[in-house]
């Protein structure tokens, strides 16, 4: 039978994407000022970034674990293969707690054909996971060979991004709050990547010339074939920078394809407007 996939929403594929390659949904929750929000299907990140602006109190958490028994349980009862391609675990507990469920849905039905894998990776750089496996399926591979395409690609994609204000950073506690104020007044804009499914600073830069200079060098040093590559660009409701990168990835690799996508409600209520991401 067809092997049924689940994904998160905190890949930030666009809704529709899901439609068409037929994938599972699990969008996780987002709070705006308490109340809740089903990620991508009952708020959007347009909608996020102006609630932000306007200094609205954000928050995100993980799905219920009844959204969990529900899909698993239906999987069990049509007896199809599933696989679920979870946010990485250092940044959500939503594997952990699908874990958790899909052994209570196996003491029920142990027919359940489930395999979970924690990709290690956010947004795009999850979502590029994704949408290989879906593309993989449609080409008629088996289940063992897309769970071994999701592995090697998890462990190898790079998430190489900056943010626009350091504060939401600090909020996060990934940068002190002396930093975040002196790095606004000097201009200062991080460059962060992921590493281990972790959120690791690399190094900080003056000016948005250097910033996306180093970007460019850090793929340089990093990637592989950038030239034949579909390369995902997210960006915090800030379209003529993903534009501005992209340009300057072609003129310097090569590069045909790319994955361009606003950066969701989820990662967007943690990184803020005008984040800027590429991975590879």
């Keep these: ?119 290690k990776c956010a947004s795009i750089g999850y979502g590029l996971v994704v949408k290989s496996a879906a593309d993989l399926l449609k080409r008629g591979a088996s289940k063992e060979e897309v769970i071994k395409d999701i592995e090697l690609r998890s462990q190898h994609m790079e998430h190489i991004f900056t943010v626009e204000d350091l504060d939401f950073l600090a909020r996060g506690g990934r940068l002190s709050k002396a930093s975040a104020f002196l790095g606004g007044l000097l201009n200062i804009k991080p460059v962060l990547n992921v590493e281990e499914g972790k959120l690791i600073p690399l190094e900080k830069l003056r000016g948005r010339k250097k910033l996306f200079k180093r970007i460019l060098d850090i793929m340089d040093e990093r990637g592989v074939d950038l030239e034949h590559q579909l390369i995902g660009i997210c960006h915090g409701d800030d379209e003529q920078s993903a534009e501005e990168l992209k340009q300057l990835i072609q003129d310097r690799f090569g590069t045909k394809e790319f994955l361009i996508n606003t950066i969701g409600s989820v990662i967007g209520s943690h990184a803020g407007p005008g984040t800027l991401a590429v991975f590879f």
């Design 1 to 119: 039978m067809n092997v049924q996939l689940f994904a998160d929403s905190g890949c930030d594929l666009p809704l529709h994407f899901y439609k068409d390659n037929d994938i599972h949904l699990i969008p996780l929750t987002v709070y705006v000022e308490e109340k809740a929000y089903d990620d991508l299907i009952e708020i959007n990140p347009k909608e996020l970034f102006t609630f932000i602006r306007n200094g609205v109190e954000t928050k995100t958490s993980q799905p219920s674990p009844d959204v969990f028994e529900k899909m698993f349980t239906n999987l069990a009862t049509a007896n199809q293969p599933g696989i679920y391609m979870a946010f990485s675990s250092e940044l959500s507990g939503t594997y952990q707690t699908a874990v958790m469920i899909r052994n209570q849905v196996k003491e029920t039905y142990p027919n359940l054909d489930l395999t979970i894998i924690d990709t």
